[in-house]
């Protein structure tokens, strides 16, 4: 399984020379599973960075919630342009009300040109399955996480390898992390043992205090959280849009040093950059 981060950032694009490093596209990464498949996870304005070679392949878009941030850019993602392309979007339920109709809010007049009914790829819509069911050669495991509004993270098993992706996510809600058992917390089974995780990192503990409730986490929260579930590999990712390149290099500094304090290789731990590419389940190089 291979996967490559085409956006990194929460809330809004940033576009810039601060972030050209880091990147200034919001959340999306890219993954191929081992049978070909291709799955995109949430459609951020990074979206625009995939499958630029037009394969025919069919595609999984597996949305975590419906934030602007993570469906933005799925109105300049070109095969659904395209006659023939075969498109399925996953996301999480919400009442009645289908994802269809839900997304359909967003690519409508006013605030769009297009609308979902003159596309001409063969789009379908689905609510995802909580448990897990069969993509391809993966098993997707979702399930819902501390986050505001109805939101999921995923949990993909390909070919021995396994990727967690946890982009908006606030499991120190409820309190310390350190007093709540593995069986409360949250995203703990999507998480647990996973090779890569991708974890949301908006926060420094500095800045958290004011932020309290917004569904995002601080870095101590995520270095506590990835201990926790004893994964190989760490990447901070929705890197809050206030950031710059060169305070994200502080962010990684501090991470790596309370990532070290727990025993563990400073190597493991990184901050998401656009265009990374991640063999899944291959050690860190």
Not at 57 to 71: E, F, G, K, R
Not at 152 to 169: K, M, N, Q
Not at 233 to 242: A, K, L, Q, S
Not at 264 to 280: C, F, G, N, Q, S
Request: proline share 6%; aromatic share 6%; net charge negative.
């Amino acid at each position: 399984m291979r996967m490559r981060i085409c956006g990194t950032r929460g809330s809004v694009p940033t576009p810039g020379l601060d972030s050209a490093r880091y990147g200034g596209n919001t959340s999306c990464v890219h993954v191929q599973l081992s049978d070909g498949t291709h799955v995109i996870l949430d459609a951020g304005t990074g979206i625009r960075n995939v499958n630029r070679n037009g394969t025919d392949a069919p595609i999984h878009v597996l949305l975590t919630h419906l934030h602007m941030d993570h469906i933005q850019g799925l109105l300049f993602f070109a095969p659904l342009f395209r006659a023939g392309a075969e498109i399925t979007i996953w996301g999480p339920s919400a009442g009645a009300i289908p994802l269809r109709n839900r997304i359909g809010r967003y690519m409508s007049a006013p605030l769009t040109p297009v609308e979902i009914r003159e596309l001409p790829s063969h789009l379908d819509f689905r609510n995802c399955p909580i448990g897990e069911w069969r993509l391809g050669s993966a098993r997707i495991h979702a399930e819902a996480v501390i986050h505001r509004g109805p939101t999921l993270g995923y949990r993909i098993e390909d070919a021995d390898a396994t990727l967690c992706y946890l982009p908006d996510h606030e499991p120190a809600l409820v309190g310390p992390l350190d007093q709540i058992g593995d069986e409360w917390l949250s995203g703990y089974t999507l998480a647990r043992n996973a090779d890569v995780l991708i974890h949301d990192a908006q926060y420094t503990d500095e800045e958290y205090p004011r932020h309290g409730g917004w569904g995002h986490s601080a870095t101590s929260h995520v270095v506590e959280f990835a201990a926790r579930c004893d994964v190989a590999r760490t990447v901070f990712f929705h890197h809050d849009p206030g950031h710059t390149d060169a305070q994200l290099d502080r962010v990684l500094d501090d991470g790596r040093e309370r990532w070290a304090q727990r025993g563990r290789d400073p190597a493991t731990l990184e901050l998401a950059k656009e265009e990374t590419v991640i063999d899944v389940g291959l050690p860190v190089a």
